[in-house]
């Protein structure tokens, strides 16, 4: 795997980003030679059932506000 510093990355993104489209091989980033992230190229066989496990908790609106209300409730629970 590549590493770069998020210094080289911030100057020359286009150029790492053409690069690991297509070489296929993933970057590191680091800050100060600890890594950050790792850059991978997209992936198709990503499909929406990997969306649902994702997000299955925000129930079928998608605006999560069950979630956020269940939440608040067993804090004031705890109070």
Known sequence: MRRVSTYQLRDNLSTYLTDIVCGGMPLVVEKYKKPLVIIT??????TEDDFERFFGFMD???????FVEKLRRSVRKRK
């Open 41 to 46: 190229p997209y992936d198709d066989s990503l």
């Open 60 to 66: 079928n609106d998608g605006s999560g506000e069950k």
